[in-house]
Structures are given as structure tokens and as C-alpha cells.
């Protein structure tokens, strides 16, 4: 029986006496520990009834049972769908309707409202949180030896929910090969192994987080220091402990705003990944007066895993994002005419590879715009291509505001702001944040009565949207700034109020 990624990055371990995870409560767990958990896991979810094939939807804290669930539904052959934890009640909802998933797996503390919203479909609701939750309590009494699911390379792993510029998020399909063949170019390219040790203080809920640095550390067998959250202070005390930290941009300017950040302290490390938001050159300049470090910056996406990368042992190029990844094609094309664009000329970054999502969830008509038939896919970047094949991203087609690493669609939130009955219209863009990179900010055209209350606002945003999406600042304005042809022109918004 095959489970591809199971057998690739999992079964190796079974027996395997070495550290895996190290949590901030100091509990360590082995690979073969890890393994027995997941085992115990998985039959929980075939009890539950998870079929291979259904979607198990986990919106749960980050503590060391939610990446063997992540295990146990590769191992059953179900679909792990992963969520924000700051989703609000209304973004869940949504999720749950599009994904339908069999089984919801959410925080102890969340129990109620989930239920209630899962009632109506008779989802199965388990729980994560410490001792106290009923998918952990199940488990503990469970077999640690579970047969994996049979599963080839095309079938579906995960289901990845990204915002689009439409404002409806979309569910990103990823095979099995998807995300192994992604671990072995990045395992190989970063030369990862059993003796590295890597903070992970990311969100387990995205590609960088989950993929990127949790398939690399199973595949290599590397020991993760596993963190809660982001925490300056333990990032001090793990580097010298370390080799390895992945994070965003926001980690290393934080990281270096504080001066206990000096180069002795990283004396055993031997990488600084950063990627999912634009490293600003000083950031990398800085980092390397500082460290002697070259933070090596790379890029990707939720529908493509990792595209590029700059090299470990080649030259780091500040504002650059390296070379396409082993078995990964880059193209620049025009993004009028689709056509080749020569090297050096600015356009749309499209990617063709075994990294390449296999088309969004419920959508074939938004699979079919933005995944050509020959394979490429048009990644809504815009960029150039040097002979040699490095890529520099140097905008955007795609209406995106990147904050601390999260990507949040404008879009999304004038359709919040829009349906306000005294809003006439808005326009929301992205200024610049020295921590997140950009922040939010929403101008708004209000009825002229003048009855517009900003509170009355933020308390509906609040109610539909993840924090990390609202707006920090709200402009009142008269007219909103449009071309001759009638679109709002947020470039001088941006212009304007940028500062
Ligand atoms: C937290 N807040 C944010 C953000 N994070 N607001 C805007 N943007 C954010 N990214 C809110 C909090 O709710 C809080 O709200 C306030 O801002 C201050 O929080 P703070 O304590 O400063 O933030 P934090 O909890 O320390 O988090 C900052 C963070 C975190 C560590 C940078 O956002 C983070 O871990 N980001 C990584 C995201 C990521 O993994 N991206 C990869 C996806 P209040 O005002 O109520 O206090 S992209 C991807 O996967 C692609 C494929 C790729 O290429 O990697
Ligand atoms: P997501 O949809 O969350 O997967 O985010 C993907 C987007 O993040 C890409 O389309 C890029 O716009 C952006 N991104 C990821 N890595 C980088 C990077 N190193 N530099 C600039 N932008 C990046």
C-alpha cells in the first residue's frame, strides 16, 4: 500500500529515537512518539467517519497535536484544510459551506459557536487544546500502529484557502505530490539535515509555516523548536541553540530593532529564511552589518508552494528572490498579450512545475483564468528575469496588501464597508508600516446626511473580518480620486495619504 507523502515523510520515522518537536512548555516528543500520536489520531478520524478524500477542516491552536493531526489525515487519505485562527465566526462559515468538510477540528474554547454553526450540516466537531480536548482525549486510548490509506502522487493533500481579488477566498488543491516534490527542492537547495535544529515560530495554518518549514524539517529529520507564536524573547534564547529560523519580513526587522541582537548570539546558525512579503534591501543590509548573515530570501505562493529561491551557497542578492526551484519553470510574459517577454523586460511571473496546485475548490471557471492549459500559472506578480534565471518581483498586477506576512485583498473589505447603508463607496490600499510592511487603511465616501458614524464601522468590520484585515486608519472623503476611464486611482491614494 503507497500513501505518497505519508511514505516520504512520516513512515521513515517510525522506530526513529531522535527529537522532533521541542515545546515551549518543555516537552520534547520524538519522530517515533510523533508517529505513534499520529497513528492514535488518525483512528480517531475513521472512527469520526473521515473517508479518504473528505476534508478535515482544523482551525486550532499551535501546540504539538495539530501537526500530528496533520499526519493523521495525510495517513487516513482525508484532505487537511487548515485555517486563520483569527477568522471570525462569518469567515468560518463561509469555509464550512465551500469545503464541506466531514469533520471540523477547533479550539476547546471555540466548541460552542462551531457547533452551532456545524449543527445545520451534521459536521462532526472535535476539539484541540491540552488535556482538555475531546480529539486529544480520544486518541489517548487508541492503537499507535494505523495502515495508511492508500494514496498516489495526483490525489489531494491539503486544501489552502487564499483571498482573491473577487473577495471570495478560494480553496487551493494540493496533491500529494505538490507539497513532496516542493520539500525534496527545498531539503536539497537549503541542505537541511537531521543536525540542523529549527526555530519555528510561524503560524501552522499557511504554506510557509506548515510546508515550507514543517515538510522540510520530517523529510531531513531536523529537530523543531516549536513556538506558540512569534516571542521576541525566545527567539534570543533559541539562536544559540540553532541553525535554522524561517520566518517574515517582520521577524528580522523586530529581531533587529532590539540590541541584544549581536553576532555571537548567532554564531551556530546557518540560515535566515525569509519569504511570503518583500524583504526591504536595508533589512538584508543591515542584517548582514549586524550578523555577518546573508538572510536568504525566497519566493512563493499558496497555489504553487516555493517558486524560487536565492542560492545557499551562491550570492544572495538583496531584492532579488534567486533562481526557479529544481524541477520548477519561471516565465515573464506580457500581461496584455500573454506573450514571452525578453530578459530584463518587466511582466507577469507565470510557473509551470510539480509545485503547481491542481486547481482552485468549486471553481473551474477561476481555475481555467489564471492556470493556462499549458501548464503555467499566472501568478499576479510582476517581475523581471535576468539571462541567468534569477527573478526580481517588482509589483503587483493583482489588487494585494501584504501586512506582517498576511495577504489581505482590498477587495474583500469594501465589500464589508460597501453594504453599510450610509457608506456610498470606499477604497481600501495598503501604506507603508515600518513592522507589518504595509497597513490597512480605508477611505470611505459617506451619504452626505452626515449620519455616518466611524464606530458603527469598525464595529461591522469587526464582526466579519479577522483582525489582521482591518483597517488601521479610516479617511472621510468627498470624492473618491478616478482616471478618465472611471477607476479609482488608489496609486494616489497610496501618493497621498501614504505618509
Ligand atoms: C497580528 N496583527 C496583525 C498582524 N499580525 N495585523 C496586521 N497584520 C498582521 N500580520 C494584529 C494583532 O491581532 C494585534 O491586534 C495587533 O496586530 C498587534 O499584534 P502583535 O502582537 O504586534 O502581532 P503578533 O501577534 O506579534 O504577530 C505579528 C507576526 C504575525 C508575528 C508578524 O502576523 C505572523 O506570524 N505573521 C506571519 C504570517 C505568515 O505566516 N505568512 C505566511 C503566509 P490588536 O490591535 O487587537 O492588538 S504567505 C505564504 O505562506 C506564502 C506561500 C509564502 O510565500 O510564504
Ligand atoms: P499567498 O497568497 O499567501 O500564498 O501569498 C503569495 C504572495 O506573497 C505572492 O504572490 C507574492 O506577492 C508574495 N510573496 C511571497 N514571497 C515573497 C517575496 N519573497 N517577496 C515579495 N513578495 C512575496
Not at 469545503?99 to 477547533?106: E, F, N, R
Request: with cysteine.
Amino acid at each position: 500500500m503507497t500513501n505518497t507523502l505519508f511514505d516520504a515523510l512520516f513512515a521513515p520515522h517510525v522506530g526513529n529515537p531522535a527529537t522532533f518537536l521541542e515545546c515551549d512548555d518543555g516537552t520534547t516528543l520524538t519522530y517515533d512518539a510523533f508517529l505513534k500520536r499520529a497513528a492514535q489520531l488518525a483512528h480517531v478520524l475513521v472512527e469520526t467517519g473521515v473517508q479518504p478524500g473528505d476534508r478535515v477542516l482544523v482551525q486550532a491552536p499551535k501546540l504539538s497535536d495539530i501537526i500530528a493531526l496533520y499526519a493523521a489525515a495525510v495517513q487516513a487519505g482525508a484532505i487537511y484544510l487548515p485555517l486563520n485562527t483569527a477568522y471570525t465566526q462569518a469567515e468560518l462559515d463561509y469555509f464550512m459551506q465551500d469545503a464541506d468538510p466531514s469533520l471540523i477540528v477547533c479550539n476547546s474554547k471555540d466548541e460552542t459557536t462551531v457547533r452551532a454553526l456545524a449543527k445545520t450540516r451534521g459536521t462532526a466537531v472535535l476539539t484541540l487544546g491540552g488535556a482538555a480536548g475531546s480529539l486529544s482525549r480520544a486518541a489517548d486510548d487508541k492503537s499507535t500502529e494505523f495502515t495508511a490509506v492508500e494514496r498516489g502522487p495526483d490525489d489531494l493533500a491539503a486544501l489552502l484557502y487564499t483571498s482573491g481579488t473577487t473577495g471570495r477566498s478560494k480553496g487551493a488543491m494540493l496533491s500529494h505530490n505538490n507539497l513532496l516534490s516542493n520539500a525534496i527542492a527545498l531539503t536539497d537547495l537549503w541542505e537541511i539535515t537531521s543536525d540542523d535544529r529549527l526555530i519555528h515560530a510561524l503560524p501552522i495554518f499557511h504554506t510557509h509555516g506548515l510546508f515550507v518549514a514543517m515538510n522540510t524539517s520530517l523529510l531531513a529529520g531536523a529537530k523543531v523548536r516549536f513556538c506558540e507564536a512569534f516571542d521576541l524573547e525566545v527567539i534570543l534564547h533559541e539562536l544559540p541553540q540553532s541553525t535554522l529560523l524561517m520566518g517574515v519580513p517582520t521577524f528580522y526587522t523586530r529581531i533587529l530593532a532590539d540590541t541584544r541582537f549581536t553576532k555571537d548570539l548567532v554564531d551556530n546558525m546557518r540560515v535566515f529564511v525569509s519569504g511570503s512579503a518583500p524583504l526591504l534591501a536595508e533589512t538584508h543590509r543591515e542584517f548582514e552589518d549586524r550578523t555577518g548573515h546573508r538572510i536568504l530570501e525566497r519566493y512563493g505562493m499558496t497555489e504553487t508552494n516555493m517558486i524560487t529561491s536565492n542560492p545557499l551557497n551562491g550570492e544572495r542578492l538583496a531584492g532579488t528572490v534567486g533562481y526557479p526551484l529544481s524541477g520548477t519553470e519561471v516565465v515573464i510574459s506580457d500581461p496584455d498579450t500573454g506573450a514571452s517577454q525578453p530578459f530584463g523586460e518587466i511582466g507577469m511571473i507565470e510557473v509551470r512545475g510539480d509545485n503547481v496546485f491542481q486547481g482552485y475548490w468549486n471553481m473551474p471557471e477561476k481555475t481555467a483564468e489564471e492556470l493556462r492549459e499549458t501548464g503555467f500559472f499566472l501568478t499576479g506578480d510582476l517581475g523581471i528575469q535576468t539571462e541567468d534565471g534569477r527573478v526580481s518581483i517588482v509589483g503587483r498586477s493583482k489588487d494585494l496588501i501584504i501586512s506582517g506576512g498576511y495577504n489581505i485583498y482590498p477587495k474583500e473589505i469594501e465589500d464589508v464597508l460597501n453594504d453599510l447603508p450610509d457608506v456610498v463607496e470606499s477604497a481600501v490600499f495598503g501604506v507603508p508600516n515600518p513592522d507589518f510592511g504595509e497597513s490597512v487603511v480605508a477611505a470611505i465616501v459617506a451619504e452626505t446626511d452626515g449620519t455616518l458614524s466611524i464606530e458603527a464601522v469598525k464595529e461591522s468590520v469587526q464582526s466579519k473580518l479577522a483582525r489582521f484585515k482591518h483597517p488601521r486608519e479610516y479617511l472621510l472623503l468627498e470624492a473618491l480620486p478616478r482616471n478618465t476611464m472611471g477607476k479609482v486611482q488608489k496609486n494616489v491614494l497610496r501618493e497621498t495619504y501614504g505618509t
